[in-house]
């Protein structure tokens, strides 16, 4: 038996509020997702990316609370250019999102920023300075 990577899933307060989010970010959420308790976005490379309500995920795991305090993992979502770090970080927060770590030259050679979605899990955004060699 081989187990496969197959999903992220996200649990979240808002439905409407996360789609929107992802739905900026280019994950395609079916029309009508934002009205549903579970949603699915098709990932290329056939990942998928799920968000399921707090009251989803209580119905099976009555016990389950939300985290206190911020979130311990991100999704890190590749640029084409650095100057697409800069845009899509300014389009989300002033969008209303809040912005955790404003765009920046990382020593380890990318342009990098954070952004936090809905339920405060960090979305990393990044671009090599350099192009690549061909």
Do not use: K
Not at 69 to 76: D, I
Not at 120 to 131: E, I, M, R, Y
Request: glycine share 12%; with cysteine.
């Amino acid at each position: 038996m081989t187990a496969r990577f197959d999903a992220i899933g996200l649990v979240v307060s808002d439905m409407a509020a996360s789609v929107t989010f992802y739905r900026r970010l280019g994950f395609p959420f079916p029309e009508g997702a934002e009205e549903q308790p579970h949603a699915e976005a098709g990932l290329p490379g056939g990942i998928r990316l799920l968000l399921d309500t707090e009251a989803t995920v209580r119905s099976f795991h009555p016990g389950w609370r939300a985290p206190a305090v911020g979130g311990r993992s991100s999704l890190a979502l590749l640029c084409d250019t650095p100057g697409e770090v800069d845009a899509l970080y300014e389009e989300l927060t002033g969008a209303g999102c809040h912005g955790e770590l404003g765009p920046w030259d990382a020593f380890w050679g990318q342009r990098y920023a954070v952004v936090h979605d809905p339920d405060g899990n960090g979305v990393d955004l990044f671009a090599p300075l350099t192009a690549p060699a061909q």
